[in-house]
C-alpha cells in the first residue's frame, strides 16, 4: 500500500501541520482524529488496516490530518472566543492547504469527510458548512452540539457563546439554513451517521437526523448495540460506511 508522509508550515495556523496520505486513487477520504489525536491515530487504531482492501483496489485514497484541538476547543487556559477562534484557523488550514494537496495529488470528483469523536465534528463541521465540496460525510460516534452536557462531557465554551460559535454548531445553524444553493449540495451528499445504542451523544445523533430530513436533505443513522465509542466499533464501521 502506498504510505507518504508529508509536512510543511501552515500560514493558517502558523505552526507545522503533519499528514498521511494512503493509496493512489479512488474516493478521497479526508480523516480527522478524536480529541487531541494525531495523523497517525487512525493507522494505530488499525482503521486504515480496515480499509486496506478498498485502497489497495484503488477504490478510496486516504489523507489523514493532524488537529490542534489542545489549542482551540480543549484549551482549557483559552478564553471560549479564542477557541473558537483558532478553530476557524484550523477549518482554513484545513479548506486552503490540505483540500487543495488532496485535489492536485487526485483529480477524482467525490471527497468524503469523516471523523471518529470528536473527528466526526469537524467532519460534520466542515462538510455541513462547505457542502459543495464534499460528495460524503461518515461521522462515527460524533456530538454535533459541543454546548451540551451529556455525562462528564461539558459545555466546551462554558456558557460563551456568539455568532461564530452557532455558525460551528450543526445542530444550531442547519435548522436555519435558508440557502437554496447550500439546500441542494447538502441534499446531494451521502450522509452518514453512527452511534452506539448506550453512547452519550445519541439523542444528539437523533436530533441531527431529524434536522436533515425536515430540511429533506436525505440520511442514514446507523445505532449500533451497546457503547460504540471504541476503536473497536470503528474499525467495524469503517469498511461499512466509508
Not at 499528514?19 to 497517525?40: E, H, N, S, Y
Not at 460524533?142 to 452557532?166: K, M, P, S, W
Request: proline share 5%; glycine share 8%.
Amino acid at each position: 500500500m502506498n504510505r507518504e508522509y508529508h509536512q510543511w508550515h501552515s500560514p493558517a495556523l502558523g505552526r507545522t501541520m503533519e499528514l498521511l496520505v494512503f493509496g493512489q486513487t479512488g474516493a478521497k477520504v479526508l480523516m480527522i482524529p478524536t480529541r487531541d489525536g494525531r495523523f497517525f491515530e487512525y493507522e494505530d487504531l488499525g482503521l486504515v488496516g480496515a480499509l486496506a482492501p478498498k485502497i489497495e483496489a484503488g477504490e478510496l485514497q486516504l489523507y489523514c490530518v493532524d488537529s490542534v484541538d489542545e489549542e482551540s476547543l480543549y484549551c482549557g487556559d483559552c478564553h471560549p472566543a479564542h477557541r473558537i477562534q483558532r478553530h476557524e484557523q484550523y477549518q482554513e488550514h484545513l479548506l486552503s492547504e490540505v483540500l487543495p494537496l488532496m485535489a492536485a495529488k487526485n483529480g477524482h470528483t467525490c471527497t468524503i469527510a469523516q471523523g471518529c469523536s470528536l473527528g466526526a465534528y469537524h467532519a460534520a463541521d466542515i462538510a455541513f458548512r462547505h457542502p459543495q465540496l464534499f460528495q460524503k460525510l461518515a461521522a462515527f460516534s460524533g456530538r454535533f452540539d459541543l454546548t451540551l452536557n451529556v455525562e462528564h462531557f461539558g459545555d466546551l465554551f462554558e456558557g460563551y457563546y456568539d455568532d461564530t460559535v452557532y455558525r460551528h454548531t450543526p445542530s444550531h445553524f442547519l435548522p436555519d439554513e435558508q440557502d437554496s444553493h447550500r439546500l441542494a449540495a447538502l441534499r446531494a451528499m451521502d450522509i452518514v451517521l453512527a452511534i452506539g445504542q448506550e453512547d452519550p451523544f445519541l439523542a444528539n445523533n437523533r436530533q441531527l437526523s431529524a434536522v436533515l430530513t425536515d430540511k429533506g436533505i436525505p440520511n442514514e443513522l446507523h445505532i449500533w448495540p451497546g457503547r460504540a465509542h471504541r476503536g473497536g466499533s470503528w474499525r467495524r464501521m469503517a469498511p461499512l460506511y466509508i
